[in-house]
């Protein structure tokens, strides 16, 4: 007998995408969402569902909102414990900071330490799938997966190969970047609900070698994702062009690897070239929005009107730990405010189906996680739209749910997920 569970609250679903049309036309509430073991079986009217399913347990959560989990789409779980380090930009932050933290996941006491620290974290703040770079070792590939198989969590992970403009101890090979990759992946990738994404860091610490190596392995593999960084800050992009002189910009230096197609993720994208635009939308590449680490580093300004506009598909992520959060909210908040800056304010309804649909759409895994409809997994979220008195107070003069919702995605942050279910067991929040 399959266990049954009732979630009655206002279910927030997307039926189409908010980019297109009125954003709140793409959004339905319905009174309750049935969970069937580890599925999504219903969604519609509580009374109703209540009637045909008497055997369902049944969870009232009142006015507070259900939904799918967050999916954030590029991350590094390795830089958990050195998130919001002080006073650097891109080159000088990764040298300063980020290598010499990395360099410890060789040991996987530590590695498992932090990915289980990470999961806890980002569990709490409601991300139910997310798309991490781990560090160059296998064992930071091995204690990821691990600890998200352990949890039933949908999760995208990759070993990050560099070969050159990193500390010894942090590099491999083009050749032992290549096996290991390979090894981890046919290891880990559709194990359970895991996948392995092909993952060099960024075209400097990467010589033109492995580069080719990695477009090799994806040629191999086409059906894996693979992720990397491209057009972050202008010092980075000046660099490619000194270490790269032959390639037409920064995305030739994938393009010219093999390092270009319909299952990429780009993370960044924000000084881009219209060829680079062009190309990208034209294999219809995921396009991977960080704000707070746009601004947390100082990179600048991603163009999500103009992007959304000219068709590309863009997912939202923190970039943990050269994003300044663990939350979705967070991110969607700096979203919104980058978007100010840059004179195109995005809507409540747009900023939550970036951080769901959006990203579980940059992942190719819109059909099965980051919407609420029958068939769909059972990662499910409940926001408390009053969860501080700073945020209560606003949203008590709201007019609608979107006015209702606003101060939660600009103020919220975990007080405001009250339960959080994965694959149709709910985690303790
Ligand atoms: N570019 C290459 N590596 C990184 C990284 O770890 N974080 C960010 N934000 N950008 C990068
Ligand atoms: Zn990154």
Known sequence: MAQKTLLKGRVLSFTGSPFEGEPTEAVKISG???????????????????????EANVVDHGQNVIM????????????????????????????????PEEMKFGDPAYAGEIANRYL??????????????????????????????????????????????????????AQTGFDQSQKLLENWH????????????????????QLEAMGALWADYPHCLMQ???????????????LFPEARDYLDTYE?????????????????????????????????????????????????????????????????????SFSMLRTMAAAYE????????????????????????????????????PGMEADLIVLDLASTPAIAQREACAENLWEAIFPTIMMGDDRAITEVWIAGQRVSN
Request: with cysteine; proline share 4%; charged share 20%.
């Open 32 to 54: 309750a969402v049935l969970v069937e073991d580890d599925r999504i079986s219903a969604v519609g009217d509580a009374e109703s569902l209540r009637a045909n399913n008497p």
């Open 338 to 373: 980058i978007g100010q800056l840059r004179g195109a304010p995005l809507h409540a309804a747009q900023l939550l189906w970036l951080s769901t649909v959006g990203s579980a759409r940059s992942l190719r895994m819109d059909d099965c996680i980051g919407n609420v409809a």
């Open 68 to 99: 799918a989990g967050f999916v954030d789409a590029h991350v590094h779980y390795p830089q958990t414990a050195m998130i919001a380090s002080w006073g650097k930009r891109l080159i000088d932050w990764l040298n300063t900071y980020t290598f």
């Open 190 to 209: 559709g194990i359970d609900r895991l996948s392995y994404a092909i993952t060099p860091r960024f075209s400097p610490t990467s010589t033109p070698e």
């Open 228 to 242: 990397t960084h491209l057009s972050e800050q202008t010092d980075e992009i000046a660099w490619v062009r000194e």
């Open 120 to 173: 806890d974290l980002t569990a709490a703040h409601g991300t139910t799938t997310m798309c991490s770079f781990c560090t160059i070792h296998p064992e930071s590939v091995d204690a990821f997966f691990t600890a998200a198989q352990k949890r039933n969590q949908r999760v995208v992970a990759g070993k990050t190969c560099m070969d050159r403009n990193a500390p010894e101890g942090l590099r491999d090979t």
């Open 256 to 324: 010219k690897f093999g390092l270009l197609g319909s299952n990429g993720l780009y993370g960044h994208v924000i000084h881009l070239e219209a060829r680079e635009r062009d190309r990208l939308r034209e294999v219809d590449a995921a396009l991977i929005h960080c704000p707070t680490s746009n601004t947390f580093i100082g990179s600048g300004l991603f163009d999500m009107a103009g992007l959304m506009r000219d068709g590309h598909r863009v997912g939202l992520a923190t970039d943990t730990g050269g994003g300044s």
